[in-house]
C-alpha cells in the first residue's frame, strides 16, 4: 500500500503559484514573503495558529476561530499586538488581495517573533510578535475513504504540553503520522494515556454504532471548532451523541467512521488499522452530517 493520501488533500490549482501572503502588515507576492531563521516560530515552534476555509464568500465561523486564537496567544503569554477585529481585517485584506471568493483555506500564524540570540527564553524576543496569513485556493479531494493506523504515541496529558494548545510545536503528531504511513495507512489514530480512543494526529475522531454519533470525552485532543458544530448538529436534529470513552474494540465494530476539521469538514474513514469499516465506503450518518454541516454554513 503506497498510495498513501491526506485529509488536506486538494485538487492542484496553479493559482496557488502567483498567491500574495500576510507578513506583519505587508502583503508580499510568495517569494518574497520569508521570516528570518531567528524567529522563535521556526527556531523553537513559539507560536500558535489557526485554520479557516472561505465558503461563497464568508469565512466560516471566523469569530470562533479568532477567539480561540487569542485564547491560545493568552496561555502562552503571547501579546498578538493586534485586536482581533484587526486580525479579521488582515484575513479580509488578503483575502481581497488574492481575489478570493469561496474555496479558499487560511492558515493564520503568530509566534513570538525575532529573537536577540538563538536560545529559548521568551525574553530575547524583544521585536513583538510575527503574524503570517498563508491563503490558498483549495477544494478537497479525496479518491477514497481515509485509512488509519492506530500508533503507540499518545495525546498526554496537559501539563506536558496541553493537546487543547493550537500550537507550532506539532512533533508529537508529525511522529503519529509518520508511524501510520509506515504501517501502510494515510493517518494515525491516537490513544490517550488510558488507551482510549481519542483523534488522529491532524483531525478529531468519530465513530457510528447503531445510529448513535460517539467521540471522545475531549479531554485529550484539541476540541474542534467543526467537532463542536457536528455535536451540536446531532443535538438539534435528535441524532443521540456521546462524548465518552471507549477502545479500539469499540472502534473496528463500528458501523461509520469519520474525521473532522476546518479543511475537509468530515471525511470518511474506510479502514483501521486492516479492519474495514461498515461497508468501507461513506456511511448513511456520515453523509447526513455532511448535509447538515453544509446547510449550517450556508446559513
Same mark, same amino acid.
Given at each position: 500500500m503506497t498510495d498513501h493520501i491526506s485529509t488536506h488533500q486538494a485538487e492542484e490549482d496553479t493559482r496557488n503559484e502567483a498567491i500574495r501572503i500576510y507578513v506583519n502588515g @505587508?502583503?508580499?507576492?510568495?517569494?518574497?514573503? #520569508?521570516v528570518s531563521v531567528y524567529d522563535a516560530g521556526f527556531m523553537l515552534g513559539d507560536g500558535v495558529w489557526e485554520g479557516i476555509r472561505l465558503y461563497d464568500g464568508?469565512?466560516?465561523?471566523?469569530?470562533? =476561530?479568532?477567539?480561540?486564537?487569542?485564547?491560545a496567544a493568552k496561555a502562552i503569554d %503571547? /501579546?498578538?499586538? +493586534?485586536?482581533? /477585529? !484587526?486580525?479579521?481585517?488582515? #484575513?479580509?485584506?488578503? !483575502?481581497a488581495a488574492n481575489g478570493m471568493t469561496t474555496d479558499a483555506h487560511? @492558515?493564520? +500564524?503568530?509566534?513570538?517573533?525575532?529573537?536577540? @540570540?538563538?536560545?529559548? =527564553?521568551?525574553?530575547?524576543?524583544r521585536q513583538g510578535p510575527t503574524v503570517a496569513?498563508?491563503?490558498? =485556493?483549495? &477544494?478537497?479531494?479525496?479518491? &477514497?475513504?481515509?485509512?488509519?493506523?492506530? #500508533?503507540? =504515541?499518545?495525546?498526554? %496529558?496537559?501539563?506536558?504540553? /496541553?493537546p487543547k494548545l493550537n500550537s507550532h510545536s506539532k512533533l508529537n503528531c508529525i511522529l503519529a503520522c509518520i508511524a501510520a504511513e509506515k504501517a501502510g495507512a494515510d493517518e494515525a489514530l491516537m490513544l490517550d494515556l488510558h488507551g482510549f480512543v481519542n483523534t488522529t494526529n491532524a483531525?478529531?475522531?468519530?465513530?457510528v454504532k447503531k445510529g448513535a454519533v460517539w467521540t471522545s470525552t475531549g479531554d485529550y485532543c484539541m476540541n474542534g471548532i467543526t467537532r463542536a458544530k457536528v455535536i451540536? %448538529?446531532?443535538?438539534?436534529?435528535?441524532?443521540?451523541?456521546?462524548? &465518552?470513552?471507549?477502545s479500539l474494540v469499540d472502534t473496528y465494530s463500528a458501523d461509520e467512521a469519520f474525521l473532522t476539521g476546518t479543511f475537509g469538514a468530515q471525511t470518511p474513514v474506510g479502514v483501521i488499522d486492516g479492519? !474495514?469499516?461498515?461497508t468501507g465506503d461513506m456511511g448513511p450518518m456520515t453523509q447526513h452530517l455532511r448535509d447538515l454541516y453544509k446547510k449550517l454554513v450556508a446559513a
Open positions: @505587508r502583503i508580499l507576492p510568495k517569494a518574497q514573503a #520569508v464568508r469565512w466560516a465561523f471566523i469569530d470562533e =476561530h479568532i477567539e480561540r486564537l487569542f485564547e %503571547l /501579546d498578538i499586538a +493586534m485586536t482581533p /477585529d !484587526q486580525v479579521i481585517q488582515a #484575513v479580509l485584506d488578503t !483575502q487560511a @492558515r493564520l +500564524m503568530v509566534t513570538r517573533g525575532v529573537k536577540s @540570540r538563538p536560545f529559548q =527564553h521568551p525574553k530575547l524576543a496569513i498563508i491563503m490558498e =485556493h483549495s &477544494r478537497p479531494k479525496l479518491p &477514497r475513504p481515509i485509512r488509519l493506523a492506530t #500508533v503507540p =504515541h499518545l495525546r498526554g %496529558l496537559p501539563m506536558t504540553q /496541553d483531525c478529531n475522531f468519530f465513530i451540536a %448538529l446531532c443535538r438539534a436534529n435528535g441524532i443521540p451523541v456521546y462524548e &465518552r470513552n471507549f479492519r !474495514q469499516i461498515g
